[in-house]
């Protein structure tokens, strides 16, 4: 499936496990400044039937239903997939103990291996711009989509992040910095095979009061990431001292979830 240099190296680094997802998470955890959590405005945007055949593609560790157990649909069948075996045993395992079956598959969403006019609705949550041959993609989850099922795809836009290239200038980020599918220019590509696109923004921000965790998030989107510790902590020192300074750091979240059908 790897046969792309990009889809290698998300398979094989970026995301092999969830160590550099879980890196990025906990600082949107501790130092975004909207509480309510983003797992949980998605789910609020579902509109679904109680019986339901559900598909995420890309699925990660697993965050959208473990943190929304309690409003699952008892006639919910889930199928979850992800492009990387690893990500998808950690979303088995942190499942483990639901009461609620899922079923878990390693997929490709340039080839996703379901009849057509399958499942009521499919959820790809910030995925799609990581995807080579995207039109691709959008045809095979309109073609197994049945007629009326809806389409949920996160992303962010533009300023998503900004001021990292600010911070850490010259560092090499990209994880999540590629901006082929955006709330700027989504909704265009979904209307090649949706009649109807409707964009949320989420509305959020990072302020930051500490350096290490920082760090880390911008570790865990580099290429560039492994840095020795001497190297780390004057990074680190760098930061802090920027912190002190200025009494936090702000940086732009700009993401949002399009539903299409």
């Known amino acids: ?3 792309n240099p990009y889809q290698s190296y998300l398979l094989t680094q970026q995301y092999r496990d969830g160590s550099n997802l879980a890196a990025r998470i906990r600082l949107h955890a501790r130092f975004s400044t909207n509480i309510y959590s983003w797992f949980s405005w998605i789910f609020d945007h579902f509109n679904l039937p ?4 559900l598909l995420e593609l890309g699925c990660g560790p697993g965050l959208l239903w473990s943190q929304n157990l309690a409003r699952i649909s008892t006639g919910w069948d889930i199928t979850l997939t992800d492009f990387s075996p690893g990500m998808l045993d950690e979303a088995r395992q942190r499942l483990y103990d639901s009461s609620h079956p899922f079923t878990y598959a ?10 057509d ?14 995807v080579p041959d995207r039109p691709r993609a959008l045809a095979e989850i309109r073609r197994v989509l049945k007629t009326g099922g809806h389409f949920y795809a996160s992303t962010i836009g533009a300023n998503h992040l900004r001021e990292l290239e600010e911070i850490f200038p010259g560092r090499g980020l990209d994880a999540g910095h590629n901006f082929s599918f ?9 209307a090649n095979l949706f009649s109807h696109v409707t964009l949320y923004r989420y509305d959020n921000a990072l302020v930051v009061t500490e350096a290490e965790p920082l760090v880390a998030f911008y570790l865990s989107l580099s290429r560039n990431a492994d840095m020795d510790e001497s190297a780390r902590a004057e990074l680190i020192k760098r930061v802090q001292e920027r912190i002190d300074e200025h009494g936090a750091i702000h940086i732009t979240k700009d993401s949002g979830l399009f539903e299409a059908w």
């Not at 390693?106 to 009849?115: G, K, L, M, R, T």
């Not at 006019?117 to 990581?130: E, G, I, S």
């Not at 955006?182 to 979904?190: F, R």
Request: no cysteine.
């Open 117 to 130: 006019k399958h499942f009521d609705a499919v959820m790809a949550n910030h995925m799609l711009y990581h």
């Open 1 to 3: 499936m790897a046969d």
């Open 50 to 53: 109680p019986q339901s055949r």
């Open 182 to 190: 955006t709330l700027e220019n989504g909704a265009e590509q979904l």
């Open 106 to 115: 390693v997929v490709d969403a340039q080839a996703i291996p379901y009849p």
